[in-house]
């Protein structure tokens, strides 16, 4: 059974940091390409950072770029967002999910995010 559990999200002041961290169990996690997603109140679910299985390629929406980093530890099957700098619009659900080729299939239950002003 595959589960993917997040954590670290909390309440912050804006120009805070958090990182959040997402623990895999009942996969390969080596083999799968790890991405966050945020959905924000009465927002459709969006697309926040990737990263590939080999920690090579990471990509970023514009919206976060310069702000955000995402790493994975394979020996810990385990996924890091680092999030700097953070504004009030950034406060959200964050979702982390695996997958490959752009198809994620494992998710997992969402920590909240909340930046005040």
């Known amino acids: 059974q595959v589960q993917l559990v997040e954590s670290g999200g909390g309440l912050v002041q804006a120009g805070g940091s958090l990182r959040l961290s997402c623990a895999a169990s009942?996969?390969?996690?080596?083999?799968?390409?790890m991405a966050w997603y945020r959905q924000a109140p009465g927002k459709e679910r969006e697309f926040v950072a990737t990263?590939?299985?080999?920690?090579?390629?990471?990509y970023f929406a514009d919206s976060v770029k310069d702000r955000f980093a995402i790493s994975r530890d394979n020996t810990r099957n385990t996924v890091y967002l680092q999030m700097n700098s953070l504004k009030p619009e950034d406060t959200a659900i964050y979702y982390c999910?695996?997958?490959?080729?752009?198809?994620?299939?494992?998710w997992g239950q969402g920590t909240q995010v909340t930046v005040s002003s």
């Open positions: 990263i590939s299985w080999s920690s090579r390629s990471k």
């Open positions: 999910t695996a997958g490959s080729s752009g198809v994620y299939e494992y």
């Open positions: 009942g996969l390969t996690f080596s083999n799968y390409d």
